[in-house]
């Protein structure tokens, strides 16, 4: 067994057990890299496949100037989303089934058509996007205090947890993304708020950069996949009894609560 593939079982267990584990560059690995970070996430998602669990799609994260700013990195990263992560809109997210989550809200993209790089930009990405919607992520380290490095967060999958997609769908050509504004409500009270344009500028820059960074592993994104573009606001803590709203402008709004 590779050592990727041992990490990614202490991950997947950590996530399966809801309980929070040392960071894999504190002890199992300290000179952990970013290519090998994502050849645990890699091995992560075969446990998953071979689990019967299905992908949605892979998701974008650290894609706003200031999360990339706070965690030192000039580039996004990417993770996956799986079917049993799904939270239908109006629904409930269950505190027992997490470690310590959050909430942010975000644009998600699918694809009418593959999307293959290097080279793939925003008008490209806009071209062959079937629909938008809103949604909002529920992220879930699982390091202890919420805290890793930049290999460490890609091992774990981005944090991925839970995700809440909004049940209409619009065509893109329909919006400037950009300047589509988005509120983050707790309890009635808005929390957090930004635009799309938080995301690298433009929500389908971010796609396009997915296409690119895919591409160099000879992969591509794939027509009909879900894509989450990364927070357009902050992550908020989440606690027993929240009722969460995002809403966005011409997109509609999305819901959940938090139980026990
Ligand atoms: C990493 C996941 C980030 C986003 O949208 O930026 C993410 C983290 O902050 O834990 O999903
Ligand atoms: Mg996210």
Not at 205 to 216: E, G, K, T
């Amino acid at each position: 067994m590779s050592q990727y593939n041992e990490i990614a079982k202490y991950l997947v267990s950590a996530e399966v057990d809801r309980r929070e584990v040392a960071k894999v560059t504190s002890n199992l690995k300290p000179d952990l890299t970013v290519e090998e970070a994502y050849l645990v996430q890699q091995e992560i998602v075969t446990i998953k496949l071979n689990e019967g669990k299905r992908m949605i799609g892979p998701k974008m994260g650290l894609t706003s100037l200031a999360k990339m700013k706070q965690m030192g990195v000039e580039e996004p990263i990417y993770g996956y989303v799986f079917d049993y992560m799904l939270i239908e809109n109006g629904g409930k997210a269950r505190l027992s089934d997490q470690i310590h989550p959050k909430v942010e809200a975000e644009i998600a993209f699918v694809m009418g058509e593959d999307l293959e790089g290097p080279g793939v930009t925003g008008a490209q990405v806009l071209a062959k996007t079937e629909y938008v919607l809103p949604a909002l992520e529920i992220i879930d380290s699982r390091y202890e205090n919420f805290n890793f490095t930049l290999p460490d967060v890609i091992a774990d999958n981005a944090s991925t947890s839970r995700v809440v997609f909004g049940t209409s769908l619009k065509k893109p050509d329909q919006f400037e993304l950009d300047l589509v504004g988005a509120t983050l409500s707790i309890n009635g009270e808005i929390k957090e708020l930004g635009a799309g344009a938080a995301v690298l500028g433009h929500p389908a820059h971010s796609v396009a950069m997915l296409a690119n960074m895919l591409a160099r592993k000879g992969e591509k994104v794939r027509k009909g996949d879900v894509i989450l573009t990364g927070g357009i606001t902050g992550a908020i803590r989440l606690n027993y009894g929240d009722i969460v709203s995002g809403k966005f402008d011409g997109l509609g709004e999305v819901t959940f609560t938090v139980t026990d």
